[in-house]
């Protein structure tokens, strides 16, 4: 549950970036400082993986590793 709340997080951060990016124009000081943010395209995928990995592990072992 709390993989899904960050992967949400991460898309709507997504969306919104690339909004206010669309509206003050790729020469804006915004696009030049988020343009390269691999950070946060990377954890999208990492949250996925995340989730997809919590699905296949048995429930005894989810307790031993929080």
Avoid at 4 to 33: D, P, Q, S, W
Wanted: include cysteine; aromatic fraction near 16%.
């Amino acid at each position: 549950m709390y993989g899904f709340v960050l992967l949400m997080n991460a898309i709507a951060y997504f969306i919104l970036v690339r909004t206010l990016i669309a509206l003050h124009g790729k020469e804006a000081a915004l696009a030049a400082v988020i343009n390269n943010d691999v950070k946060g395209k990377v954890s999208v995928y990492i949250y996925i993986i995340a989730i997809a990995v919590g699905f296949g592990m048995p429930g005894w072992l989810c307790f031993y590793m929080g």
